[in-house]
């Protein structure tokens, strides 16, 4: 309704403010009964959603915003104050929600804490309840371990310490699954009841990759949270690299995702993490900083044609990360050192 109003303003050049899509609101509501039904500030989060969608457009050449269908849309936030407060837990397993009343639910951990923010939202044929509360952290162990991490396409992840981690593809491992399922789809009758469900068994073959992704992730993450004090990644260019024809194995392989969990992850427990430039990591020796396309005569050998200096390739690189990361410690030390002599003088 709003995007309408957004579209038609669009076209005829009239700049139109989250403020008017909000007074329009009011009225919608009084007339319709649907959107009566949902609390107002999820419909408030919802326009909000839109003018974000409107300044991507504008600012960075995304698509132009397009409409959701009610059947589509899928997601209620709730927002403010008293939508939160009216979020009461009645049992293990229900919850009353403002203007939906009592829901049931699997619940998958206890909530502690002070409820903070709410969202209900739909996968393909079940509801979520997600429900965000506010806790405090139990801080990790101070540590002094420190480790670089070579990221790659063999192996998911090599560590400085020596440890290899193995790329779990699990897009690979549903791909069989995938094609007996599109098969079935082509075969039946296009928007029949039959095909509603084949679509529904393709969408849950991915979202189970994408579970257990995240779950790989979040686990591999937290491990080297735990063991290590300092951290050094490379820095990803995604853009070069989705490029260079291998974007199905980085979509699997999470890459991004996981720097985005070890960077949180970091700031919350307190550990030193950094992204360092990766060029000619593979190239130079560990030992003798000798750089040349010849120490690496193949994907997983290193010799270095100066010193003699041997080790496994990936290891070699991710020896030079976590020493990358340190000039740059030293670096930033150093800069605010300096600041602070500045101040004091
Ligand atoms: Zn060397």
Known sequence: MSLDLKIQA???????????LEKQLVGLRAEIDWIADVPANSLILIIQRLGQA?????????????FQSKKKSSCIPFRGKKSINDI????????????IGVVR??????????ITNATITKEIDKYYLHIYCETELKPLKTCDNQVGIDVGLANFAVCSNGD?????????????????????????KKRGKNWYKQVAVIQKIYQKTRRQRSDFLHKVSCDLIQTNGFISVEKLNIKGLVRSNLSTQ??????????????????????TYFEVDPRYSSQECNSCGH???????????????????????????SKNLLRR??????????????LAKELVA
Request: proline share 4%.
């Open 250 to 271: 980085i979509y699997d392989s999470g890459w991004y995702d996981f720097r985005r969990m070890l960077k949180y992850k970091s700031e919350l427990y307190g550990r």
């Open 54 to 66: 409107y300044k991507a457009f504008y600012n960075s050449g995304r698509g132009y915003p397009k």
């Open 105 to 114: 639910v699997f619940k998958d951990r206890p909530i502690c804490g002070q």
């Open 10 to 20: 669009y076209q005829k050049n009239i700049p139109l403010s989250f403020y008017d």
């Open 291 to 317: 750089r040349a396309a010849e120490n690496r005569p193949s994907q997983s050998i290193f010799r270095c044609v100066n010193c003699g200096h041997s080790d496994h390739a990936d290891l070699n690189a």
């Open 325 to 338: 990361g340190h000039r740059l410690l030293a670096q930033s030390t150093d800069s605010s050192q300096r």
């Open 88 to 99: 009461r837990q009645i049992s293990e397993t229900s919850f009353i929600l403002p203007k």
């Open 164 to 188: 290899f981690i193995d790329h779990p593809k699990f897009h690979e491992g549903s791909l069989q699954k995938l094609r007996i399922a599109q098969r079935k789809l082509s075969r039946a």
